[in-house]
């Protein structure tokens, strides 16, 4: 079994100062971990992933998580917001195994508002 | 690069009629995913497959059947709709060949069901 915890639902910042949105998950299995972005009316893009290697993954837009397995985190930063980061996140957890059709598990989002 | 494609973007249709949407994935992908957003909701997962076999089933009704085709198409088969259903549907690709796959949404089909 698996599951995702956002801890928060909204998160508001001003533009140019960090970003912090916390995901802590729950897997059965060594879990491959995802962060997704969706922008209003819009489909899911992929923004990071963490898959076992290194433990602070960079994704695209300046953003990077870091996986944390004694605190089973994975919390997304970045360095300075910036307005086009307003979105909905979704941390996402999949099991890592060599089986066919893993299923992603959502956590609930969070939705970021940055401020001019 | 190629994306999910997914049809129809938008449809609408009544209480008790019939649905049916369409995904074709990445060229090369063998695996295909459908989910569910509810208006304000995460996206919940219904069912997968992989090389025309079902692989994985979620929170999918009774009311919806779904399969994948020789060309690695897909299609979600919804019947009886009720008001309920009325979400965004998202496909999803992944190349399992390849370790750690990550899945590649499409732009979803909004269905209102009126």
């Known amino acids: 079994a698996q599951s995702v915890t956002q801890l928060d639902s909204h998160v508001s910042v001003s533009e140019g100062t960090p970003v912090l949105l916390r995901c802590n998950y729950s897997s059965s299995y060594s879990p491959s971990l995802f962060w997704y972005v969706q922008h209003p009316n819009k489909g899911l893009q992929l923004l990071l992933k963490y898959t076992s290697a290194a433990t602070l993954v960079k994704g695209i837009n300046g953003f990077e998580a870091e996986f944390k397995k004694s605190e089973t985190s994975f919390h997304l930063t970045k360095p300075s917001a910036h307005m086009s980061d307003a979105a909905e996140y979704f941390c996402v957890v999949s099991p890592l195994g060599g089986n066919a059709g893993n299923m992603l598990t959502f956590g609930g989002g969070t939705r970021l508002m940055v401020k001019p | 690069a190629a994306g999910v494609i997914q049809s129809p973007r938008h449809l609408i249709k009544e209480k008790r009629e019939t649905a049916t949407l369409k995904c074709y994935p990445i060229p090369r992908h063998d695996t295909v995913y459908w989910y569910q957003q509810g208006p304000g909701q995460d996206p919940q997962f219904l069912i997968s497959?992989?090389?025309?076999?079902?692989?994985d089933k979620g929170s999918i009704p009774d009311r919806f059947s779904a399969q994948q085709f020789s060309d690695y198409h897909s299609e979600l088969n919804m019947s009886s709709l009720e008001l309920g259903d009325s979400a965004l549907y998202f496909c999803a690709s992944s190349q399992v060949a390849g370790k750690r796959h990550e899945q590649y949404f499409g732009p979803g089909t909004r269905l209102t069901v009126t």
């Open positions: 497959f992989y090389e025309k076999m079902q692989s």
